[in-house]
């Protein structure tokens, strides 16, 4: 099956500590993001990758960091610099260039911290 | 970044009737108008996307009204069923290859 996969599905974490979700898809797209979602707020962009090893800050990248080491993959960093961790994390690709418009979401990852 | 508008924030619609989610958005890079279906729990599924070299683009029950000139465009669900209850959010592109995104409508279809 193709797809994106985030995992895991639910993460709990103390408040301090650093943790990384994981995104893969193997939709052979080149283009890949990170958007959080917290009610009433809609998607907003985090990060956004365009190839391997190259990426670019979202509007709300402050206290996130993120790796492109291969295709597949594009894992996020919530680190203990970011205020507000707890939200619901969407992993999303699409064939990037003038295609990056059209996105498909993985399932998604609730994280929260106390 | 530039806004985008969506309104209304949450819809009641009775089975069989006409759920209708407007947009506007300011300026855009790339002529490419998504709207996304979200279930609770759920990523977000892409479920009609228009590129306006024409004004309505129509997929089943759903159905994508676009204006240009208005900087506008519209998600109109036709004999709306209760399974359609779910958060829809449009969204636009910026200048970036990235998407902005409304801050979505709840949709509620009664029986």
């Known amino acids: 099956d193709g797809g994106i996969t985030q995992s895991p599905k639910y993460l709990f974490r103390k408040e301090g500590q650093n943790v990384t979700l994981s995104c893969e898809q193997n939709?052979?797209?080149?283009?890949m993001y990170w958007y959080r979602q917290d009610p009433g707020q809609g998607l907003r962009l985090i990060y956004y990758?365009?190839?391997?090893?190259?990426?670019q800050k979202g509007d709300i990248a402050e206290g996130y960091s993120v790796s492109r080491e291969k295709k597949e993959s594009f894992p996020l960093t919530v680190t203990s610099a970011q205020k507000n961790p707890t939200a619901f994390y969407l992993c999303?690709?699409?064939?990037?260039?003038?295609?990056?418009?059209?996105?498909?979401f993985g399932p998604g990852t609730r994280l929260t911290v106390t | 970044q530039q806004q985008v508008k969506q309104s209304p924030q949450s819809l009641i619609v009775q089975k069989g009737g006409i759920s209708i989610i407007n947009c506007a958005y300011e300026?855009?890079?790339?002529?490419?108008f998504p709207w996304y279906q979200q279930f609770p729990g759920k990523g977000p599924a892409l479920l009609i996307a228009i590129r306006p070299d024409v004004s309505e683009k129509k997929e089943g029950r759903f159905t994508i009204s676009f204006n240009k000139s208005a900087k506008q465009f519209s998600l109109h669900i036709m004999d709306s069923q209760p399974g359609d209850s779910a958060t829809y959010f449009c969204a636009a592109p910026d200048s970036g290859y990235a998407l902005n995104f409304g801050k979505g409508t709840s949709l509620l279809v009664t029986p």
């Open positions: 990758s365009q190839i391997v090893n190259d990426f």
């Open positions: 939709l052979n797209h080149d283009a």
């Open positions: 999303a690709s699409s064939l990037g260039g003038t295609n990056s418009y059209e996105q498909y």
């Open positions: 300026n855009t890079a790339f002529d490419y």
